[in-house]
């Protein structure tokens, strides 16, 4: 079974830029068609950020277009999620999933990394 977990997070300013990574175990995330990174504000739903298929075919929620770019390396077995120009809205706590298809969600859920943006 696929175990993912994150880090990158942080405390940064508005306006500045941070880097998430999921590192996957337990399996090639080069065999997974698709992986995402989803975010949870305190109260809030989880919901979807960005996602990419093993094609390289990404998607952007509407509130992180232009700003959220994912990227995955199959080799460091590693997906990414470069944020710039953040804002107070983007905190919450990030997590990846994955699988066979478009916006699966199939592994557990790992801890998550924290996103704090100040303003």
């Known amino acids: 079974q696929v175990q993912l977990v994150e880090s990158g997070g942080g405390l940064v300013q508005a306006g500045g830029s941070l880097r998430l990574s999921c590192a996957a175990s337990?399996?090639?995330?080069?065999?997974?068609?698709?992986m995402g990174w989803h975010r949870q504000a305190p109260g809030n739903r989880r919901e979807s950020v960005a996602g990419?298929?093993?094609?390289?075919?990404?998607y952007y929620a509407d509130s992180v277009k232009g700003r959220f770019t994912i990227s995955r390396d199959n080799a460091k077995n590693t997906v990414y999620l470069q944020m710039n120009s953040l804002k107070p809205e983007d905190t919450a706590a990030y997590y990846c999933?994955?699988?066979?298809?478009?916006?699966?969600?199939?592994?557990?859920w790992g801890q998550g990394t924290q996103v704090t943006v100040s303003s």
């Open positions: 999933n994955g699988g066979g298809v478009y916006g699966s969600t199939s592994y557990s």
């Open positions: 990419i298929t093993r094609g390289g075919d990404t």
């Open positions: 337990g399996g090639s995330i080069s065999r997974i068609a698709y």
